[in-house]
């Protein structure tokens, strides 16, 4: 039996990349459909082979996390791409991916984008803006305005959160995701400008997710992502994502306290002290009103957009 991970699922066939870098064509034992277990691009396996393109999925060995859109399970790193300008830089945006990944346990890091076209007073504000993420601990990767950054700078900017690790790309459409991918690796030859519409969003074409080698690590290369999982985040755990109001609610004075309406609320306090960032605060407070507004659903869970 060999130890290995899904890089790809397409047409019933998964592809494995063995512990020595091979990969191999394998289909699922049929014991999986049976379970309803769908294995996921990500998922850590064991498997047979007869030749590379005749193996046997085994088994599925326990998944750390599992992202719906894109579906990859075990995923290390969310590397956030957020463009300066076009479309302009949203902090609410942001922090809505940050929430989704703080919520699984995936470590954030955010990439900004078109720096090179920004005009002096929108560097300078999103600047301000990136130090809020990285006082509160965030890697934030930069780079100067009016520079295109080469392979090289893209590479030792990422390679720390990439190498060993899976990652996913995430970022609105526009954002220059595909763009910044076929840098890294001009072989992948992405399309760019593509938008999620004409990919066929909404409609039950369902896109291949794939994992591509890069950096010593392995990296999604999905056209968009939707996985903000609003629809099973609890009230009372909104402020374990957000790591600098989590830390101040420690002194709050009532238990379970969700820094909105309560007394002595200590994080409202750090606010209003300037400790913690007003913007910050206010996106919260948007978020738990989306969680506490929310109506049950019945629908099939990951199943909207
Ligand atoms: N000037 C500039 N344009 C960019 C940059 N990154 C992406 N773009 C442009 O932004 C548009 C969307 O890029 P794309 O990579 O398709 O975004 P995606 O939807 O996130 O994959 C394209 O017209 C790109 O040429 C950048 O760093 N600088
Ligand atoms: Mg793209
Ligand atoms: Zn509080």
């Not at 791409?81 to 922090?95: G, V, Y």
């Not at 400008?193 to 999905?222: C, F, M, N, Q, W």
């Not at 913690?276 to 407070?285: E, V």
């Amino acid at each position: 039996m060999e130890k290995g991970q899904i890089i790809k699922a397409l047409s019933g066939f998964y592809y494995i990349q063995s512990e020595s870098g091979k990969i191999y064509q394998t289909r699922a034992r049929g014991i999986f459909r049976k379970d309803n277990i769908t294995p996921l691009v990500g998922d850590y396996v064991q498997f047979f082979f007869e030749t590379e393109k005749e193996g046997t999925l085994e088994e599925i060995l326990p998944r750390k996390n599992e992202l719906k859109r894109p579906a990859v399970a075990n995923v290390d790193t969310g590397i956030i791409i957020m463009s300066m300008t076009d479309p302009a830089f949203s902090p609410s945006l942001l922090d809505r991916y940050l929430v989704s990944l703080e919520y699984n346990a995936i470590q954030p890091v955010i990439f900004i984008t078109k720096t090179d076209i920004a005009s002096e007073d929108e560097y300078e504000k999103v600047e301000k803006e990136c130090q809020v993420y990285k006082d509160i601990g965030y890697t934030v990767i930069l780079p100067e305005r009016q520079v295109e950054w080469s392979t090289d700078e893209i590479h030792a900017a990422l390679e720390e959160s990439v190498s060993g690790k899976t990652a996913v790309f995430m970022g609105q459409s526009g954002a220059g995701k595909s763009t910044l991918l076929n840098k890294m690796d001009s072989s992948l030859q992405l399309k760019i400008g593509e938008t999620s519409k004409s990919l066929g969003r909404g409609r039950h074409t369902t896109r291949h997710v794939e994992l591509v080698p890069l950096l010593g690590g392995l990296i999604a290369d999905t056209p968009g992502f939707s996985a903000l999982q609003f629809e099973i985040i609890e009230e009372a755990e909104l402020s374990s994502c957000f790591p600098e109001l989590w830390e101040m609610g420690m002194n709050c004075r009532f238990n379970g306290c969700v820094h909105q309406n309560e007394p002595n609320c200590a994080v409202k306090e750090a606010v209003e002290a300037g400790d913690i960032a007003s913007f910050r605060y206010t996106n919260y407070l948007s978020l738990l009103e989306e969680i506490q507004n929310r109506k049950p659903k019945y629908g099939k869970k990951g199943d909207r957009t």
